[in-house]
């Protein structure tokens, strides 16, 4: 595995993602020797990477994006049909089969994403023009559910922080805020499960993470509907309600914002939701979790990593009591 | 329909049908365990279809007096021993998932979540009390126990319906999730109301009854 450093330095690998040099020497060698061929080395790691993924959609339209060898993980990617399958959108049902069978209908073109509040230069962008607005990665994220299950993502995007940029916020902009569409496919709104809208909402230092994607693709196709699609955030180091799907809105925000499950169950949802194996839920521990289509019957759970892993964040939370601030 | 009274022979063909029908959840559990159908999270799907048989057995179970009473079938009760062993049957497939995929047999673990979370201890509580019903169900126990201390025990299962609908709100409430939670606990609340009211009216009568005597 290739070891990028981000810009701000502090990308520090775990240790179990850390490829043993004789692995990578020989990987390099074998590199050097297709490159010194015809095959752009480029096209080899995609290759190898797209070797990893199990089949895809095959009906869904491709989306091209560039294989960033700064987050991959190791981890076998878990298989399209398993997370497009299984997951929570409560907006189409709380059990996790229905957003696979309602969300497909909904219409995602036209689609418009507003961004405004504390910004000098508010606009509205529709899915072509989030497309340009830089180029698509491909990025390999751990994705840690707070029920206590995992998965391991392909996901197509940039960092969020690339468009942040555009809008200019100000210095009142201490909050973002991600605001979920309200569709009349989605008919789980009729039940009030939560204050709809769906409202999640980040620190703006945690916002401009690199590690913070604004996706717009998975397992190299377009983001399927109950994947969040056509646009959602990613934030691979919190718990997986945190990354806001389907978005229409993005507002910069004075106050810490009012997120859906931190306000139905307080004691339960703290606003910050890090991964965190040392503060459980009351109903359940977080010290371990189950990698979906890994950790079958018979398998044992497997820990829980500190920030699931993405120790380059701990920065952010320096002298922060995270039991307090959980 | 009206006055239906199976003979013996056909009561015993009634209760072989109900034994095989309250094994087919098991037999498809089993089914996709072994053909790998078990969905994305198979614990998670264990776990829930267990919990769930044993609700609806539960509320089988305590269906039994209240229809017998409505359609004067008596025979009904003749098949409620084998609705409340499946009851039993059903929990302990949901304790032992929980005990076996959740904790692999580490009891300590497995206490200490029983200790630190309410719903696991409302749940747990409920499964240690289906216990020494299931163990007074035969027959001899009966005989031994005599009928009346034999009804009082069993009227356990009253309490048992009552931890069970807790439990699964409780494990419901952190998902701000109370639709199937509700209903089970509106047909158990439903058939629990429906004893208490027999109850007060048969006080009324027998206090009636007492006062026409003197």
């Known amino acids: ?326 | 329909m009206m006055n239906f009274h199976p003979a013996p022979r056909q009561l015993a063909f009634i209760k072989s049908l109900l034994f095989i029908l309250a094994l087919l959840p098991f037999g498809r559990l089993a089914l996709f365990t072994y053909t790998d159908q078990l969905g994305a999270n198979p614990v998670e799907f264990i776990t829930r279809n267990t919990g769930d048989w044993t609700l609806y057995f539960l509320c089988m179970t305590l269906a039994v007096t209240p229809l017998r009473r409505l359609s004067k079938w008596n025979w009904l009760i003749k098949l409620r021993r084998m609705l409340g062993l499946f009851v039993f049957f059903y929990a302990s497939l949901h304790f032992t998932t929980f005990l076996w995929f959740d904790h692999f047999f580490d009891v300590r673990e497995m206490l200490a979540d029983v200790i630190k979370r309410p719903f696991i201890t409302v749940g747990f509580t409920a499964f240690v009390l289906l216990i020494p019903l299931a163990v007074t169900s035969t027959n001899g126990m009966v005989r031994r126990l005599g009928g009346r201390r034999w009804q009082w025990l069993h009227r356990l299962i009253y309490v048992i319906a009552a931890l069970g609908i807790l439990h699964y709100w409780w494990m419901k409430a952190g998902k701000n999730d109370f639709e199937q939670p509700l209903i089970f606990g509106l047909i158990v609340a439903g058939l629990l109301l429906v004893r208490a009211y027999w109850a007060w009216q048969k006080r009324k009568d027998m206090q009636a009854l007492a006062g026409t005597m003197m």
């Not at chain 1, 190791?74 to 229905?98: M, Q, V, W």
């Not at chain 1, 751990?142 to 391991?152: A, D, F, I, Q, T």
């Not at chain 1, 994607?213 to 997986?240: D, F």
């Not at chain 1, 978005?247 to 910050?272: H, S």
């Open chain 1, 1 to 326: 595995m290739l070891i990028k450093r981000n810009p701000n330095g502090i990308d520090i690998p775990f240790a179990s993602e850390i490829t043993p040099r004789a692995v990578f020497e020989s990987r390099r060698a074998f590199i050097q020797k297709i490159a010194a061929g015809s095959i752009a080395g480029g096209a080899l790691l995609e290759m190898a990477t797209r070797e990893a993924f199990a089949a895809t959609s095959g009906t869904a339209q491709k989306l091209a994006a560039k294989a960033n060898p700064a987050y991959v993980v190791l981890d076998k990617p878990t298989s399209y049909k398993d997370a497009t399958t299984y997951n929570n959108f409560y907006e189409f049902g709380t059990d996790k089969e229905s957003p696979a069978r309602y969300a497909p209908k909904m219409q995602t073109r036209p689609w418009t994403l507003a961004i405004e509040g504390e910004v000098r230069k508010p606009m509205t962008l529709d899915i072509d023009s989030l497309l340009k607005l830089a180029p698509l990665e491909e990025r390999i994220y751990r994705l840690r559910c707070v029920e206590g299950w995992s998965m391991v993502i392909p996901w197509s995007g940039y960092s969020l922080a690339e468009l942040i940029k555009k809008v200019e916020p100000t210095s009142n902009a201490k909050y973002v805020e991600f605001v979920t569409a309200e569709d009349k496919e989605m008919h789980g709104l009729r039940r009030p499960v939560l204050d709809w809208p769906y409202v999640e909402g980040l620190r703006i230092d945690e916002a401009l993470h690199p590690l913070t994607l604004l996706t717009l693709g998975m397992y190299g196709e377009v983001l399927p509907n109950q994947n969040g699609g056509p646009v959602r955030i990613v934030v691979p180091w919190k718990y997986g309600f945190k990354s806001a799907k389907s978005i229409v809105k993005i507002r910069f925000v004075k106050d810490q914002p009012r997120t859906a499950w931190n306000l139905a169950a307080p004691r339960e949802y703290g606003f910050y939701s890090n991964v965190n194996p040392q503060v459980d839920h009351p109903r359940w521990s977080q010290a371990s979790e189950r990698r979906i289509g890994e950790d079958g019957l018979f398998a044992k759970k497997r820990p829980t990593l500190m920030f699931n892993g993405y120790s380059q964040v701990a920065p952010l939370y320096a002298g922060m009591d995270l039991k307090k601030f959980f």
